[in-house]
């Protein structure tokens, strides 16, 4: 029972930094995240049910947040499934008022199949499969810079202040080509050319190296769609 | 907001919003590049207060223990450490010994060699007071520097006035053992308090006993002792005065004027130690056999002084102090001092070499 307790631990803290090692945790306690789920909703959750992925996220976060101070993982994971899921709930219950497009009044044709469809599927289909093309291309590339999208998650900007920091320092690289090319060259962050650059405090910018990495990235040639999705932080910089 | 998702895992999904930010959200089935408008956000905010409040709760710990461990400390110092009462025996050693609240020796100091001679012989430290006071007594006892009978003075002193009467009735009670007389005092000893030895000029000021012993002295030495009393003017103009050391019978006493000796017997010093180049009158000194009194030499008014001035005509003038100078033009009025200093013969005090 002790031995099962520290590898559990072990595992856990291994899975802390390493997102493979994470999914791996999180296959080999399925069982014990699909019976927490059916806890909650008294029957036997299906894959395609929401409440079983936000136990499968509940049961991540509890990896990345657990402590020894904790006590016991398992019942720790337990508990943050079921705030998890008591959370998800009451967000739903709000929006209760609304009808869902798959209710049926007579039981052969749906709300949906009432209502005209305007979206062009195909065109949807392939600008997303372009978004993932960019995405691909831009994994690889960051992985020449050593970083992955779960360290940019990581090391992402929590407040507005600090985000406007890093978004004035991308801008200003965007405005200095050079910057950009050295940057593309050396395969290292500008700090101290952003810091002169913006103002900025470098120990700010220091502290979000790798977030800074993905966005310098992303401002260099190739990567449209994703420009397009952060122009309002890029815009801020053409009023500059 | 809209979020673009950018990397699916099994547990979760990372997702870019429109502001550039990353963030962890719940993978509900969704696909890498596909558009999401209201995902499951991971929150991390309830994380970073739980380890604030453990960080508070490691220095709120620390801070008890230390709390505890300075209180300890504290009353182990108050207990053992620290001076609550100071008895100083006055004898020759002139030791004074702090005690703690429990009436044990914790440090002993002295201001005479003796005293940290003895201090460093005995081992003291940490001995009851009684114990220590009667050790330090019977140690000055076996050295010879108290006799049996001799009066020992003990100053008790201390911030708590209960806990010094009590101690002071402590050594009233037990010092008294030692065949010693021991009084004991409340507050701090002097500087000079010693040992009184029961002697029967005990009682005689120090100066006088000096005198004595110098009277003595001079006699062992056949030279007069020098007049350490004060003369006393004569009550009547034509009185003798009597020097106060027996004066030699064989000296014969100079002819001198009675007004001028009266006058000069009041200029003498009053009571200070004569200093060692003035002798006596020459009245005084005894004569060796043979030799023929010499009467004492006045000083020679025209006698030209060791330093002169030269006045007008390139004849030699003494000189004179300024207002002596004035009087001697006439332009101020001669002080009646200086009258009276001029018609003193100067021949009370020679010096040793002139004799």
Request: glycine fraction near 4%; aromatic fraction near 6%.
């Amino acid at each position: 029972m002790n031995s099962e307790t520290h590898e559990i631990i072990s595992r856990v803290n291994l899975a802390k930094t390493d997102s493979g090692e994470a999914d791996k945790l999180i296959s080999d306690y399925m069982p014990f995240i699909k019976a927490e789920t059916a806890k909650f909703l008294n029957r036997s959750p299906d894959k395609s049910d929401d409440e079983l992925s936000i136990a499968m996220f509940a049961f991540y976060e509890a990896i990345r947040n657990y402590s020894k101070l904790r006590g016991s993982f398992l019942k720790f994971a337990a508990m943050h499934i079921k705030n998890r899921l008591i959370d998800n709930y009451r967000r739903e219950k709000r929006n209760s008022g609304n009808v869902s497009l798959y209710t049926s009044d007579d039981e052969k044709t749906e709300l949906i199949d009432s209502i005209s469809d305007t979206r062009d599927d195909y065109g949807e289909i392939e600008a997303r499969e372009a978004t993932k093309q960019e995405i691909a291309e831009l994994s690889v590339q960051m992985a020449d810079f050593g970083v992955s999208f779960t360290d940019i998650a990581d090391n992402s900007p929590k407040q507005q202040r600090t985000l406007e920091i890093c978004g004035r320092a991308v801008r200003y690289a965007r405005n200095n080509p050079t910057i950009l090319e050295d940057f593309l060259r050396t395969k290292r962050v500008p700090i101290a050319a952003l810091a002169e650059g913006t103002g900025a405090e470098r120990k700010t910018l220091e502290r979000h190296r790798k977030y800074l990495v993905a966005m310098l990235l992303i401002c260099t040639n190739g990567y449209e769609i994703m420009r397009g999705h952060i122009m309002q932080v890029l815009k801020g910089g053409e009023n500059n | 907001m809209k979020y673009v998702v950018m990397q699916c895992c099994k547990g979760y999904a990372v997702l870019m919003d429109e502001e550039s930010k990353f963030v962890f959200a719940a993978n509900q089935g969704f696909e890498v590049g596909q558009i999401i408008i209201n995902p499951v956000i991971m929150t991390n905010d309830r994380n970073d207060n739980r380890n604030i409040t453990a960080v508070i709760k490691v220095i709120a710990a620390a801070a008890a223990c230390v709390a505890i461990i300075t209180g300890m400390g504290y009353s182990y110092y108050a207990q053992n450490l620290k001076t609550y009462s100071v008895v100083t025996i006055t004898s020759d050693s002139a030791i004074s010994m702090e005690l703690n609240k429990t009436g044990k020796v914790i440090r002993l100091t002295s201001d005479t060699d003796y005293g940290k001679e003895i201090i460093e012989k005995t081992d003291i430290k940490g001995m009851d007071k009684l114990t220590a006071a009667n050790e330090i007594l019977q140690t000055e006892i076996s050295d010879g520097h108290i006799s049996n009978g001799d009066t020992v003075d003990v100053y008790v002193s201390g911030s708590d006035t209960a806990k010094t009467d009590s101690l002071r009735t402590e050594l009233e009670n037990e010092l008294p053992k030692l065949d010693l007389k021991v009084n004991i005092h409340d507050g701090k000893a002097g500087k000079h308090d010693k040992v009184k030895t029961p002697e029967k000029d005990k009682d005689i000021p120090l100066h006088e006993k000096n005198k004595a012993e110098n009277i003595k002295d001079n006699k062992n030495d056949k030279a007069p002792a020098p007049p350490v009393t004060t003369a006393t003017a004569p009550a009547h103009k034509h009185d003798e005065v009597k020097p106060a050391v027996s004066e030699p019978a064989a000296a014969p006493v100079p002819p001198v004027n009675a007004d001028k000796e009266s006058l000069n017997d009041k200029k003498e010093p009053q009571g200070n130690p004569v200093p060692d180049e003035v002798v006596p009158p020459v009245a005084d000194i005894p004569l060796i056999e043979g030799e023929k009194p010499v009467p004492p030499q006045a000083p020679d008014m025209n006698e030209k002084p060791a330093k002169h001035d030269k006045d007008d005509t390139g004849n030699e003038k003494p000189v004179l102090p300024h207002h002596n100078r004035e009087a001697a033009e006439g332009n101020a009025e001669v002080p009646l001092k200086e009258q009276v200093h001029k018609e003193l013969p100067k021949t009370d005090f020679v010096k040793k070499e002139d004799i």
